[in-house]
């Protein structure tokens, strides 16, 4: 199992992505919401690699903890 955090940013998502393509179902992305994102930002980035790329993702709140 290899674990890549993800931002939703350009070089965290293509790191992703080309990971997955090679190890396939082994990656799991995590995406940290710190309490900085843009408005709905982590929402839009679950539903991206979720929905439309179908990737393992585990979101973690931790807006509250700052």
Known sequence: MLYVLLSGGVD??????????AIGENLTCI?????LMRKNESRKVIELFEKYY?????????SELL
């Not at 965290?12 to 393509?21: H, I």
């Not at 179908?54 to 931790?62: Q, S």
């Open 54 to 62: 179908k990737l393992n993702l585990i979101f973690v709140n931790a």
């Open 12 to 21: 965290s998502s293509v790191a992703a992505l080309l990971v997955s393509k």
């Open 31 to 35: 995406h940290i919401d710190n309490g």
